[in-house]
């Protein structure tokens, strides 16, 4: 099951988190980090934490204090705030939907939220895991086991959805 962890931060830390982000994502590292081919799904992913070696060091620390304002909120009742992997994802209307499984141990669980602070349910772009969809509201991380089918949904709005992503050791 997915647990839900409601105002896990700042709007103004996200809105700053965005602020420096690369707008031109032919700068992005799209390196595979698992099975996923970013390209052929039409995915632009910033990989931010890559066990232990921060690709972004800038990016990387601002992710590291969201997630401690997460785990303060909440998250430390499921994890330990030790990131395995943390990437940025950009989604758009023209991004297909992607079913998939990580390959992480059992020890992994993912952390999953967003970006942007002015999404709304009408944005489409929620969370399908376990078949059920799951809506993806700003200050809002869910906890999941990332070995279960999951995808982002459809989104139906003109908007870039930013989506951001932790794997950690799970309690």
């Known amino acids: 099951t997915i647990k839900i962890i409601k105002n896990s931060c700042s709007e103004t830390y ?3 988190f965005r602020t420096f982000i690369p707008k031109d ?6 390196e595979q980090v698992a099975e996923e081919d970013y390209a052929k799904i039409n995915l632009s992913k910033l990989n931010l934490i890559e066990n232990g070696n921060y690709k972004n060091p800038l990016l990387a620390g601002i992710a590291i204090g969201l997630l401690t304002q997460i785990y303060e909120a909440g998250g430390k009742t499921y994890f330990i705030p030790e990131i395995h992997f943390c990437g940025i ?4 209307k023209n991004t297909p939907i992607n079913y998939h499984t990580d390959n992480w141990d059992k020890n992994k669980i993912k952390v999953l939220g967003l970006l942007n602070t002015d999404w709304d349910k ?3 772009g929620g969370f399908i895991y376990d078949k059920k969809l799951y809506p993806l509201v700003p200050t809002e991380f869910l906890i999941f086991n ?3 089918e999951h995808t982002g949904a459809k989104i139906k709005s003109d908007k870039k959805r930013f989506g951001i992503d932790f794997t950690v050791s799970k309690l």
């Open 14 to 16: 996200l809105n700053m």
């Open 122 to 124: 009408e944005d489409g």
């Open 89 to 92: 994802s950009l989604k758009d």
């Open 25 to 30: 994502e032919t700068t992005w590292d799209n």
């Open 146 to 148: 990332p070995r279960v």
